[in-house]
């Protein structure tokens, strides 16, 4: 069965700083891999995704995320945070013809001045 | 291209009445798929529609629930008797045939008293 573990609830990070928000996955196959992010109240939008190619991935917001096979990891990084991303982060993963995506519990991010 | 709509926004309900939602998503886009999340938690997987066909089915989808989609355009969720338990953001996604890249809605938060 598919998983995904975020083992971060929470982080607070500085405006200005960087960011590094961690994804680990268990997948049979291969795993397409996703970042969501979600504001409160809100639905999904979708910050980047990986299916193959290029383990390095660059997304909207100036995110990006790295594939890492042997690690298992979807790692989602931004070298520097506004205060408008302040949201829940969420990674998923699915696969073609496994439709359904799992997600991961989230991580909620918080901005300081 | 006016992106995924979910009606109503809100819903609060008592418990034992039966409500519904509707999903309208974005036009060509052939599978239709319904997740429901809960506080502190990622979306889980409820069910998914190719076109009209609805072709699996969480093991979170009790009897009480049942979905739609007819003609292949929006789809329609009833939740019959409602517990507190079925509290929760429902939300709607959709995305082109044999593509795994979903486009979430802004969902529909029941709450049940």
């Known amino acids: 069965a598919q998983s995904v573990t975020q083992p971060d609830i929470h982080i607070t990070v500085s405006e200005g700083a960087s960011l590094e928000l961690r994804c680990n996955y268990s997948?049979?196959?291969?795993?397409?891999l996703f970042w969501y992010v979600q504001s409160p109240g809100q639905g999904l939008q979708l910050l980047l995704k990986?299916?193959?190619?290029?383990?390095l991935v660059q997304g909207i917001k100036g995110f990006e995320a790295e594939f890492k096979r042997s690690q298992s990891s979807f790692n989602l990084r931004k070298p520097s945070v506004h205060w408008s991303d302040a949201a829940e982060y969420f990674c998923a993963v699915g696969a073609r013809g496994n439709e359904k995506l799992t997600f991961g519990t989230g991580t909620r991010l918080t901005i300081i001045p | 291209d006016t992106g995924v709509s979910q009606n109503p926004r809100h819903k609060i309900t008592k418990r034992g009445q039966n409500v519904t939602f509707r999903c309208d998503p974005i036009?060509?886009?052939?599978?239709l798929y319904w997740y429901r999340q809960t506080l502190g938690q990622g979306p889980e997987f409820l069910t998914y529609?190719?076109?009209?066909?609805?072709?699996?089915k969480s093991r979170l989808l009790s009897d009480r629930f049942s979905a739609e989609r007819p003609k292949g355009s929006f789809s329609t969720l009833e939740i019959q008797r409602t517990e507190q338990g079925d509290s929760a953001m429902y939300l709607c996604a959709s995305s082109r045939d044999s593509m795994v890249e979903a486009f979430f809605g802004q969902g529909t938060r029941l709450t049940v008293v």
């Open positions: 997948y049979g196959a291969t795993p397409y």
């Open positions: 990986y299916f193959s190619g290029d383990t």
């Open positions: 036009s060509e886009h052939n599978r």
């Open positions: 529609f190719q076109n009209e066909a609805q072709l699996e």
